[in-house]
Every structure is written in structure tokens, then in C-alpha cells.
């Protein structure tokens, strides 16, 4: 039995592998609100302004 195929991209994506990597921080330790002032906002703050 062959696999489906996926065709609604539409609505979802796969993650490309070096994103998902690079984002892997952002979800688990460094997962401050940019719009914060406290420093984890400001990190994320830095990244969004970096990315």
C-alpha cells in the first residue's frame, strides 16, 4: 500500500528542518513576549529584529 498524499498546504506546512531547529529555543527556554519589557521580551524582541 503506497502513502497518501498530502495536499492541503493551504492550511499547514511542514516546518524546513533548519527553521524548526532554529525556533527549537523560542519554544522551549527562551519563550518571552517581544512586546514585554522584562529581558526575556527583550531577547525575543532582539530575534524578531535579527530574523
Known amino acids: 500500500m503506497s ?15 533548519k527553521a524548526g531547529e532554529t ?3 523560542f519554544l522551549r527556554t527562551q519563550f518571552g513576549n517581544p512586546s514585554s519589557s522584562h ?3 527583550q531577547f525575543a524582541k532582539a530575534a524578531v529584529n535579527n530574523a
Open 3 to 17: 502513502s497518501p498524499v498530502y495536499l492541503d498546504y493551504n492550511a499547514t506546512t511542514p516546518v524546513a528542518p
Open 23 to 25: 525556533m527549537l529555543p
Open 39 to 41: 529581558a526575556w521580551g
